[in-house]
């Protein structure tokens, strides 16, 4: 269908506000027309005067500057992006921090990983690539995502926020390079410190409070595969770990430290899977869950039922390997 006309139906938008939305049925083009659909269901396009066919050729520079790669390509971003929808939907987000910051979010997320190429920051740097040569080993795959996003936005055929003065214009560039840059793993500790540190006084009228907020939600929506069903959520981590095989395979062909979590011969999925969630994932979820309460039945629970269901899968598997060894 041609993605100008088609409309999305009243069941798919429903659907679309909901973790449990599955998007690999969909063909790329109707994944765009949904990304288009959650910035029309927040009535973006009328609060902050964006010409809808602006909107679209922007989606559509965005999607074509993901590249095809297993894991960080354009699907994951739509994922990323539909989880920080179901998450405003829920929740409320604009009645707590405001149209301008959802916006500034929903973007964030479809840009976060503009022109990912599948080797992480740790290969950029001790391969010393162009890019860690550019951005001195400092985050060097999320400065240039963000810095593809604002060449895409230098266009004004794409540029959705060309009737912004320069004020707002100024609050939109310092809130994307925060939230973009804020999904650099390592920065993940200090984050989410800082963000407990200030939960028991939370309080919405403080930039800085809300600022943290939304670098954890961008977070939390980034990371958010096993807050899905396992159906959905187990392809992800396949493809997950073919990217980080492949890039300790070229570690390996190079010369290269290789990372311990990404190899092969070291890890398998519900012991690697155990510790992600139960170190990573869930503590994060939590501190989340603890200020947005909503978010508990939402996204909360089904990753702690996905850290059950990778530890009862441990226990078998090393049982299994125990009597075969026996
Ligand atoms: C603190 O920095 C870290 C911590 C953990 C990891 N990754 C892992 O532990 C392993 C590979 N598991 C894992 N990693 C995941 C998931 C979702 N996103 N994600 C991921 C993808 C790319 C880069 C970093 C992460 C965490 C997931 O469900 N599992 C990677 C970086
Ligand atoms: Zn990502």
């Known amino acids: 269908a041609n993605i100008c006309d088609a409309q999305v139906s009243d069941a798919i938008r429903q659907w679309l506000r909901m973790p449990t939305f599955d ?6 083009e109707e994944l765009l027309l949904l990304l288009q659909q959650m910035y029309l269901d927040h009535d973006f396009c009328a609060k902050f005067a964006i010409d809808i066919s602006t909107l679209r050729k922007f989606l559509y520079e965005a999607y074509k500057n993901y590249n095809d790669v297993p894991f960080h390509n354009f699907r994951h971003c ?39 190429p599948g080797y992480n920051n740790i290969y950029q740097i001790n ?122 395979d070229a570690e390996k062909l190079e010369g290269l430290p290789v990372t311990p979590f990404m190899d092969r011969e070291k890890i398998t999925k519900p012991s690697s899977q155990c510790s992600f969630i139960g170190f990573v994932l869930l503590p994060l979820f939590e501190a989340l869950g603890e200020l947005l309460t909503e978010l508990q039945d939402l996204i ?18 090393r049982e299994e390997r125990l009597h075969r060894k026996s």
């Open 23 to 28: 998007a690999r049925p969909w063909e790329d």
């Open 300 to 317: 909360v629970q089904p990753v702690r039922d996905a850290l059950d269901y990778y530890k009862r899968l441990n226990e078998v598997t």
């Open 127 to 248: 391969a010393k690539t162009e890019l860690a040569i550019r951005y001195n080993d400092i985050s060097p795959l999320e400065n240039h995502h963000c810095s593809v996003a604002f060449r895409l936005l230098e266009n004004d055929d794409c540029n959705i926020f060309k009737s912004f003065g320069s004020e707002d214009f100024k609050q939109v560039r310092e809130g994307m390079i925060r939230c973009i840059l804020a999904t650099d793993m390592a920065r993940h500790n200090e984050i989410l410190t800082n963000f407990r540190e200030m939960l028991p006084c939370f309080n919405y009228d403080d930039k800085a409070h809300v600022n943290l907020l939304c670098m954890v939600l961008i977070k939390v929506s980034d990371i958010s595969n096993e807050a899905r069903p396992m159906d959905i959520a187990e392809p992800w981590l396949d493809r997950l770990l073919q990217e980080f095989f492949k890039q300790s």
């Open 78 to 116: 739509f994922c990323v992006a539909q989880m920080l929808y179901a998450i405003s939907w829920c929740v409320d987000l604009p009645s707590k921090i405001g149209d301008l910051e959802v916006l500034i979010l929903l973007t964030s997320c479809i840009c976060h990983d503009l022109d990912h």
